[in-house]
């Protein structure tokens, strides 16, 4: 048996469609179909179904799927190992980060990344929790950070740190915040105008569902999908935003906002780290996901 047609077997049955995996292989799609075929004439079964949505395991492909995870595993896991050998830890990690963890630790941690793995690849990509959880599933991340993540089945999520969340206003010419601006109410910050992201940001969900247990709604005066771009809204008069403390410090113009603290109730939000838990992970995937763990709470727990 082929190892690369196992590979490119598998991708498929992950991704359900021929396209999608000649994609994310970077080969053309006739040579992916004719490797699988190869594979299929070779093991005289049929292992896809294949249909104008796509391509489903038949049972026999369900059953090789199963074990061509663990044996694609188990090279890349001699591969590392070998690689460990002669240099260290090698390889590539997918990490998936939320734009505004991602303005605090892309830097720290891609140093520290090369520090400690310099024969490895670290990839950093932004996105929504929710896209993150499926590709993780899809086997796109090997690693994502996420915000109040809802349960999925196949991936497994340990807690990281918690965040404040804070109303963040533009501040007037001249004003030093000595001291800083008091605490305000979340049921006086629903009269405000709010520039949020759109569903299915979780901290949209998160704050619409405390704002609901107190018998309120948000103001929403635009829907926005992107830290910087809120911010400079926020600081052109648009409107109020709710993010974490980070999220504005770390910004271009920290100087340009206030931030006051919510109250009754204050908003925090888990961070959790999240993996697949199909397939297992290599040493230089738990290496990482060491490394950010100890990045994570040096750079994002609260003051």
Same mark, same amino acid.
């Given at each position: 048996?082929?190892?690369?047609?196992?590979?490119?077997?598998?991708?498929?049955?992950?991704?359900?469609?021929? @396209? /999608?995996?000649?994609?994310?292989?970077?080969?053309?799609?006739?040579?992916?179909? /004719?490797?699988?075929?190869?594979?299929?004439?070779?093991?005289?079964?049929?292992?896809?179904?294949?249909?104008?949505?796509?391509?489903?395991?038949?049972?026999?492909?369900?059953?090789?799927?199963?074990?061509?995870?663990?044996?694609?595993?188990?090279?890349?896991?001699?591969? +590392?190992?070998?690689?460990?050998?002669? #240099?260290?830890? @090698?390889?590539?990690?997918?990490?998936?980060?939320?734009?505004?963890?991602?303005?605090?630790? @892309?830097?720290?941690? #891609?140093?520290?990344?090369?520090?400690?793995?310099? !024969?490895?690849?670290?990839?950093?990509? $932004?996105?929504?929790?929710?896209?993150?959880?499926?590709?993780?599933?899809?086997?796109?991340?090997?690693?994502?950070?996420?915000?109040?993540?809802?349960?999925?089945?196949?991936?497994?999520?340990?807690?990281?740190?918690?965040?404040?969340?804070?109303?963040?206003?533009? /501040?007037?010419?001249?004003?030093? +915040?000595?001291?800083?601006?008091?605490?305000?109410?979340?049921?006086?910050?629903?009269?405000?105008?709010?520039?949020?992201? *759109?569903?299915?940001?979780?901290?949209?969900?998160?704050? $619409?569902?405390?704002?609901?247990?107190?018998?309120?709604?948000?103001?929403?005066?635009? !829907?926005?999908?992107?830290?910087?771009?809120?911010?400079?809204?926020?600081?052109?008069?648009?409107?109020?935003?709710?993010?974490?403390?980070?999220?504005?410090?770390?910004?271009?113009?920290?100087?340009?906002?206030?931030?006051?603290?919510?109250?009754?109730?204050?908003?925090?939000?888990?961070? #959790?780290?999240?993996?697949?838990?199909?397939?297992?992970? @290599?040493? *230089?995937?738990?290496?990482?996901?060491?490394?950010? #763990? !100890?990045?994570?709470?040096?750079?994002?727990?609260?003051?």
């Amino acid at each position: 048996m082929d190892l690369k047609q196992l590979e490119y077997f598998v991708r498929v049955a992950e991704l359900g469609s021929f @396209t /999608r995996a000649a994609q994310a292989l970077n080969i053309a799609q006739p040579a992916l179909s /004719r490797q699988v075929r190869l594979l299929e004439v070779e093991l005289r079964q049929n292992l896809l179904v294949r249909n104008g949505r796509g391509a489903t395991p038949t049972q026999a492909g369900l059953l090789l799927l199963e074990h061509g995870l663990g044996i694609l595993h188990q090279v890349e896991r001699a591969r +590392e190992e070998l690689g460990r050998v002669r #240099t260290g830890l @090698t390889g590539r990690v997918a990490l998936g980060l939320p734009p505004s963890v991602a303005r605090v630790l @892309t830097v720290p941690l #891609t140093r520290a990344f090369r520090a400690k793995m310099p !024969e490895a690849q670290l990839s950093i990509s $932004e996105g929504l929790s929710s896209a993150m959880q499926e590709n993780l599933q899809n086997g796109r991340l090997d690693i994502a950070v996420l915000y109040n993540p809802s349960p999925m089945p196949g991936i497994e999520h340990t807690p990281l740190v918690q965040e404040e969340l804070l109303l963040v206003q533009p /501040r007037p010419p001249g004003l030093q +915040e000595d001291p800083p601006p008091p605490a305000i109410g979340l049921q006086e910050v629903a009269a405000l105008h709010l520039v949020i992201p *759109t569903r299915p940001n979780a901290i949209r969900m998160h704050v $619409e569902s405390e704002m609901a247990a107190i018998g309120c709604r948000p103001l929403i005066a635009l !829907e926005i999908d992107g830290v910087s771009a809120i911010l400079d809204l926020v600081a052109d008069g648009a409107g109020y935003a709710i993010l974490p403390r980070n999220a504005v410090m770390r910004s271009v113009r920290p100087s340009a906002f206030s931030v006051r603290p919510l109250k009754q109730p204050a908003l925090h939000i888990q961070l #959790t780290t999240a993996i697949s838990a199909q397939r297992p992970s @290599t040493l *230089t995937q738990q290496a990482t996901l060491a490394l950010l #763990t !100890e990045m994570a709470v040096q750079w994002l727990s609260p003051p």
